[in-house]
């Protein structure tokens, strides 16, 4: 089973346009709830008796707190967790990495520019490809990126790859999907939502999406309830997409239509192709 987390967290050192939650505070009371709530998580994984996966989609920047920087590091030593993986900006410090184990630890991290200085994310970008960690970079393919996402491929070890999210609402002529495509040859699956209606999905059975609490939806997307995963009322489900449309990496990667696990077999969490 693989399983999107995403605790009450909402909280970013970075106010990016594009995202509603950027340089929001979150309160103490808050920031203890979601402690609770991941070390209650990571108590269930650390009891799981099948293999597990985990992708943390934290709405706020995980990694500068030191509660996701221990749940990370715990259970990428678990011999049944397959695959720790956290969305973020990178712009914590990377010294804790040393404690992990990272044949199973792996960062998916994202590329704001005007958000931080371009030498220090390239900086952390080395230290993570010379510490050895497994990791895929991305940025949002808005036009005022283009020029950056050019020089941080150039930069970027040839082994990492870029990905790029197409902006939310943004439609591309051929000639700007060619100049993205340039940048990440796979964002062809980016450009245009997926439909998704009556598509089989393994999203309800092999994976899943929790939050804070417990409860179990298919994936971040669908809203229904299949469940609470500490109750016992969860039970895995083989339905149909009954979205109309899937435009988030992290649900249409799971789209058996895609094909995408294929093109991404054995970094499906962490957005990393097959043999790159």
């Given at each position: 089973?693989?399983?999107l987390?995403?605790g009450p967290?909402?909280?970013?050192?970075?106010?990016?346009?594009?995202?509603?939650?950027?340089?929001?505070?979150d309160?103490?009371?808050?920031?203890?709830?979601?402690?609770?709530?991941?070390?209650?998580?990571?108590?269930?994984?650390?009891?799981?008796?099948?293999?597990?996966?985990?992708?943390?989609?934290?709405?706020?920047?995980g990694?500068?707190?030191?509660?996701?920087?221990?749940?990370?590091?715990?259970?990428?030593?678990?011999?049944?967790?397959?695959?720790?993986?956290?969305?973020?900006n990178?712009?914590?410090?990377?010294?804790?990495?040393?404690?992990?184990?990272?044949?199973?630890?792996?960062l998916?991290?994202?590329?704001?520019?005007?958000?931080?200085?371009?030498?220090?994310?390239?900086?952390?970008?080395?230290?993570?490809?010379?510490?050895?960690?497994?990791?895929?970079?991305?940025?949002?393919?808005?036009?005022?990126?283009?020029?950056?996402?050019?020089?941080?491929?150039?930069?970027?070890?040839?082994?990492?790859?870029?990905w790029?999210?197409?902006?939310?609402?943004?439609?591309?002529?051929?000639?700007e999907?060619?100049?993205?495509?340039?940048?990440?040859?796979?964002?062809?699956?980016?450009?245009?939502?997926?439909?998704?209606?009556?598509?089989?999905?393994r999203?309800?059975?092999?994976?899943?999406?929790?939050?804070?609490d417990?409860?179990?939806?298919r994936c971040?997307?669908?809203?229904?309830?299949?469940?609470?995963?500490y109750?016992?009322?969860?039970?895995?489900?083989?339905?149909?997409?009954?979205?109309?449309?899937?435009?988030?990496?992290?649900?249409?990667?799971?789209?058996?239509?895609?094909?995408?696990?294929?093109?991404?077999?054995?970094?499906v969490?962490?957005?990393?192709?097959?043999?790159?």
């Amino acid at each position: 089973m693989s399983i999107l987390y995403r605790g009450p967290l909402a909280s970013c050192d970075y106010d990016c346009p594009y995202c509603p939650f950027a340089k929001r505070r979150d309160s103490p009371e808050r920031l203890r709830a979601d402690r609770a709530a991941l070390e209650r998580f990571t108590d269930w994984v650390a009891g799981c008796d099948h293999p597990v996966s985990v992708l943390f989609t934290p709405w706020g920047e995980g990694l500068v707190r030191s509660w996701y920087r221990r749940a990370m590091t715990g259970l990428s030593h678990l011999p049944h967790v397959r695959r720790v993986a956290i969305q973020t900006n990178l712009s914590s410090r990377t010294d804790w990495l040393a404690g992990a184990d990272l044949g199973t630890l792996a960062l998916w991290a994202t590329y704001h520019p005007g958000q931080v200085d371009y030498g220090r994310f390239l900086g952390r970008c080395r230290d993570l490809a010379g510490l050895g960690v497994r990791f895929s970079v991305g940025v949002v393919g808005l036009p005022e990126h283009l020029e950056q996402a050019r020089r941080l491929r150039a930069d970027l070890p040839e082994g990492v790859y870029l990905w790029v999210n197409a902006a939310e609402g943004h439609l591309y002529t051929d000639a700007e999907a060619d100049d993205w495509t340039a940048i990440d040859p796979l964002f062809r699956h980016s450009r245009f939502p997926h439909r998704s209606a009556g598509q089989a999905c393994r999203t309800g059975d092999s994976v899943v999406s929790v939050d804070g609490d417990g409860t179990v939806r298919r994936c971040h997307f669908v809203p229904a309830v299949l469940g609470n995963l500490y109750d016992g009322t969860f039970r895995r489900r083989v339905r149909p997409c009954p979205a109309a449309l899937c435009d988030c990496h992290i649900g249409y990667v799971h789209l058996e239509p895609t094909g995408l696990y294929d093109v991404f077999a054995g970094g499906v969490l962490e957005r990393i192709p097959h043999g790159w």
